[in-house]
C-alpha cells in the first residue's frame, strides 16, 4: 500500500517563502508521476505542479508560475514544492498525490494515492 506524510505548512507573511515535503512509502515513487494539490475553503481542488516520473518534466498552475517549484529526491522518496513570494491567495490545505504505476503525471484522472494534506495560512 502506498502512503503519503506532507510536512512543513505553516502560518507565513505574504512575501515569505515555506518548503512543503511529502514522504512516500512504497515502491511506486519511482513509477509515478507526482503533483501538488491544494484546496482552499469553498473553493474547487486544483492541480499546483507536478512533475513526471523522471523529474524531467513539469507543469505548474498559472497563477503560481514562476513564484512556486516541485522536485523529488529519490534517494529519500520524497516530493518537494519550494513556494516564493507567497501570497494570501495561495492559502489552502495541500495535498501531495502520486498516479497510479507509470500513471501520466498530466492526466487528473491517474493520481489514486494521495495524502492527509498540510495547510499553508497566508494572511491578507
Known amino acids: 500500500q502506498v502512503q503519503l506524510v506532507e510536512s512543513g505548512g505553516g502560518l507565513v507573511q505574504a512575501g515569505d517563502s515555506l518548503t512543503l515535503a511529502c514522504a512516500a512509502s512504497?515502491?511506486?515513487?519511482?513509477?509515478?508521476?507526482m503533483g501538488w494539490f491544494r484546496q482552499a475553503p469553498g473553493k474547487e481542488r486544483e492541480a499546483v505542479a507536478r512533475?513526471?516520473?523522471?523529474?524531467?518534466?513539469?507543469y505548474y498552475l498559472d497563477s503560481v508560475k514562476g513564484r512556486f517549484t516541485v522536485s523529488r529526491d529519490y534517494a529519500k522518496n520524497t516530493l518537494y514544492l519550494q513556494m516564493n513570494s507567497l501570497k494570501p491567495e495561495d492559502t489552502a490545505d495541500y495535498y501531495c498525490?502520486?498516479?497510479?504505476?507509470?500513471?501520466?503525471?498530466?492526466?487528473?484522472?491517474?493520481?489514486?494515492?494521495w495524502g492527509q494534506g498540510t495547510q499553508v495560512t497566508v494572511p491578507s
Open positions: 512504497g515502491r511506486t515513487f519511482t513509477t509515478s508521476g
Open positions: 512533475i513526471s516520473r523522471s523529474g524531467s518534466s513539469t
Open positions: 498525490a502520486a498516479t497510479k504505476n507509470y500513471g501520466n503525471y498530466l492526466l487528473l484522472r491517474d493520481y489514486i494515492y
